[in-house]
């Protein structure tokens, strides 16, 4: 079992940022992949960004260019670094854990970006 502890959402106001981490403990196995996905309301979960244990990163289009991911592997903690902030970002944001061994969802954070 991997346990999964979110932090770091809240609201702001659009071209504002915000940094959300998630720190993973229990059963953790390398490689891994950690990752955000959100969910906005009325909205299906869609990933947001991801990085292996070994640093390759994937990112959605829409935030390309305005959010980092970076995790700290002795730390077993996954970080979003998100600037440029747009009213279409607001949704939950959900950490995830995967490798060979399952995959495990944080419980989620809301960020609120106001125009």
């Known amino acids: 079992q991997v346990q999964l502890v979110e932090s770091g959402g809240g609201a702001v106001q659009a071209g504002g940022s915000l940094r959300l981490s998630c720190a993973a403990s229990?059963?953790?196995?390398?490689?891994?992949?950690m990752g955000w996905y959100r969910q906005g309301s009325g909205k299906q979960r869609e990933l947001v960004a991801t990085i292996t244990s070994g640093g390759f990163t994937n990112y959605a289009d829409s935030v390309k260019g305005r959010f980092t991911i970076s995790r700290d592997n002795a730390k077993n903690t996954v970080y979003l670094q998100m600037n440029s902030l747009r009213p279409e970002d607001t949704a939950v944001y959900y950490c995830r854990h995967s490798s060979a061994f399952g995959l495990y969802w944080g419980q989620g954070t809301q960020v609120t970006v106001s125009s």
């Open positions: 229990g059963s953790i196995f390398s490689p891994n992949t």
